[in-house]
């Protein structure tokens, strides 16, 4: 126990020299278009981030190629840190899964807003492919103004589902450093419900505004909550469950099972598993519908998808087809599964096509990028106003990918980091209309590497949130 003591601050300081990130918290209120005057001062910056995180850029991969969506693309962590998947698969242990659903019955009942008593819809823009966010509140409750300061907004990568297959193959899985277990994801939900959080939808935060004639995003200043209640925005990334990834302890797809988001998994012994308990969407779902007051108007999670390697655990680009995939069935059971998401209060963000750092695409490169993700993902899951970047990085306001992420109609862009910073405009540049904010990003080298600092404090104890059992890097007190 003497030498654990003299070795966790030896890792932690280590961790928190190769960790550099800043978290986001976000905010504010009214239903309905309005009118913003853009050279107002009220511009929300909580904390000034220090620059750390992902310096390196990945190296020029064709977007022609898969960009290792599963391995270097599945986790936006700093250049030098391991994060390749194993390239060969062991047939190792077969998982056995700790509950299969059963009769639809035998889990709670849906609701079109799970019990919430608030209901929320996405009202067309005449003209334009933008929503708006609209909540109609319930006259009988008691809401407060929350300020834009008080709603965080969390960020995760999907789950290692199966821990004992993961380091079967790897023992020292890089996976465990920058993902968390389905035991970590559980214990932060009951975290943050305890402590009065409830999930909030990403777009409530802000107001669509016209300027010169332009249709754009704006912080609101407060959002109207149950009282007592705190926001939070909870983010997944890079949701895509490549090949490379089957049978190393994630789950393969998100399915639709008894009426129910589920996880689909089929094992190396040609065993197959839909659960309930495997992933971000069914765990987050099944939380909910046990707790319906944790979800504000229904909310659920923003899945920021990349597409090279299809989404959601569906081949659904173009290049699949020469793989031997039907293509346009995996499309058409992707629709299936988007359409039940949305209307369960999840909702999309884009992280890209080929998980690129888009700072180091220009001309043709950056053309490629966006042609297909307008081509391959945006006619799947629809208009998104959020762009979230791989690798943490983003752009200076007047660079020509800032302006070009712009013309897409991208409005919030999001980076990742360790502290909270919400503000109108990019980091530097505050250009009124478009939306910057950085995410909390939780996962097992943070949660190391922050555990006596204090960061996690407002969320929950970092120890009692790490998975001892389901690790190699065991974190004691």
Known sequence: MNFNRMLKPVIAAFLCAVLGFSLFACNNGIDVIGT???????????????????????????????????????????????????????????????????????????????????????????????????????????????????IGHIFVHNLVAFPELDLAINPKSSWHDWNNTTVEYVRLLESVYSKNYVLIDANYIFDYVYRDGKLIANLKKTVKLPKGKTGLIISCDNVCFPENEHGTGRIDKIVVYNDHIASYTRFNDGTEEYSYERDVCDITEQFCLKHPDFSFAGARLMLACSGNAGILGYRTDDR??????????????????????????????????????????????????????????????????????????????????????????????????????????????????????????????????????????????????????????????
């Open 36 to 150: 913003v005057d853009p050279n107002a001062t009220d511009r929300f910056t909580v904390v000034t981030p220090s620059q750390g995180g992902e310096t390196e850029a990945p190296s020029e991969t064709s977007l022609a190629t898969e960009t290792a969506p599963g391995t270097s693309g599945a986790t936006d962590v700093p250049s030098g840190q391991p994060t390749a998947a194993p390239t060969e698969k062991t047939s190792g242990p077969t998982a056995v899964p700790t509950a299969t659903p059963g009769p639809a019955g035998s889990i709670p009942d849906n609701s079109p807003v799970y019990g919430s008593s608030e209901t929320a819809r996405m009202v067309p823009v005449p003209g334009r492919e933008e929503e708006v966010y609209c909540v109609t509140l319930d006259e009988s409750k008691e809401y407060w103004d929350c300020p834009v300061s008080k």
């Open 320 to 477: 699949y087809a020469s793989k031997g995939y039907d293509v346009q069935k995996e499309r058409e059971e992707a629709r299936k599964v988007i359409k039940y998401l949305k209307e369960h209060g999840f909702y999309f963000g884009c992280h890209s096509y080929a998980h690129l750092d888009i700072t180091t695409l220009t001309g043709e490169k950056l053309d490629r990028e966006f042609n297909s993700w307008n081509t391959q993902v945006k006619p799947l899951i629809g208009y998104t106003p959020f762009y979230v970047y791989p690798f943490g990085t983003w752009c200076e306001a007047d660079s020509e990918q800032y302006k070009r992420l712009v013309s897409e109609g991208f409005h919030v862009m999001y980076g990742t980091s360790m502290n909270e910073i919400l503000v109108n405009g990019t980091y530097k540049h505050r250009d009124v209309g478009n939306i910057y904010g950085e995410r909390f990003i939780y996962c097992g080298k943070t949660l190391i590497a922050y555990a006596n600092k204090g960061v996690f404090d407002k969320y929950g104890d970092a120890y009692e949130l790490y998975d001892n059992e389901g690790r190699y890097i065991k974190l004691y007190r």
